[in-house]
């Protein structure tokens, strides 16, 4: 009887260690699978603030600056606003010459139409000014690498595009009492 006993203790030790070994891999695939998406949650909601941060404040009102000539309107700010796309996007890489674009929809009142302008260097080179009604459009891409490419889905990229429309010619900072 207590021979049985003690080849029952050994056969229950190894059939422990079988099952650890098959359901280790599924294990740790679901771990990962997780962290992995995780990641590429996080990637999107860094892509979708920094498009949406943008547009905000390329739409953002301005003051009346008639008789300053070096005066830029915030939309036409190229710089600012992808200054402003990669300040709010926390460990995304927005680094790529195409990782920021800005178009606009030029509004028409008479037409009651939007014509596009393809860049913000494009607005800036004609040099002309954009009325109420028109918007501005952001889209912000990253790439999203998996750490382990366990199944060969390759690099997904991941993008997000705001549009907003831009405000002219308001005053917000002056409150009219100086």
Known sequence: MINVLKHKGKRTIGQGLVELALTLPIFLLVVYGIFELGRAIFMYSAVLNASRDAARYAAAADGVQANDTAYLEVYKDCDGIRDRAKTVSSFVDLSANDAILISYLRYDPLTDTDEPIESCEVLNST???????????????????????????GIIPISSTTTRSIVTGVNIWDDGSG
């Open 127 to 153: 040099g002309e000014t954009l009325t109420h009604g028109s918007r501005v459009e952001v889209t912000v891409t990253s790439m999203f690498n998996p750490i382990v490419p366990l199944v060969n889905f």
